[in-house]
């Protein structure tokens, strides 16, 4: 199932969250991406109506394999494009910035080649 970016990039948060502090709420992800609570309570929703995430009793949001998996190649991507751009002399929140624009549009083939391309002259952009 093709998401849309806004979906991806609420995933990519429940992620980020969850490395960080290991339990995520709605309200988390509230003061994450600064969306007001009834966005979020509605995003939440989809995303566990289409299967991408589960909400237990007590309102903790956990990604299914699906939705790992999408965060996964989301905050994937962005790191990576991220440290590209850095590479290239891109000020660190700039790259992050313009990471975040792009990292859903990207063909998987021009994600490929550009990390390729910055190993083979950069020597840079090694998996963490």
Do not use: W
């Amino acid at each position: 199932m093709s998401l849309h970016e806004s979906a991806e990039d609420y995933l990519e948060t429940i992620l980020i969250l969850k490395q960080r502090q290991g339990l995520v709420r709605s309200i988390d992800v509230v003061n994450e991406t600064g969306y007001s609570k009834p966005s979020v309570s509605v995003a939440m929703k989809k995303l566990r109506q289409s299967g991408h995430i589960t909400v237990d009793k007590d309102g903790y949001i956990s990604l299914t394999p699906e939705g790992a998996q999408t965060a996964d190649k989301v905050y994937r991507r962005h790191r990576l494009l991220t440290r590209f751009f850095v590479t290239l002399g891109v000020d660190e929140a700039t790259a992050a910035a313009d990471a975040c624009k792009i990292e859903h549009d990207l063909s998987e083939e021009t994600f490929t080649r550009i990390l390729e391309h910055a190993r083979r002259h950069l020597g840079t952009l090694e998996e963490e």
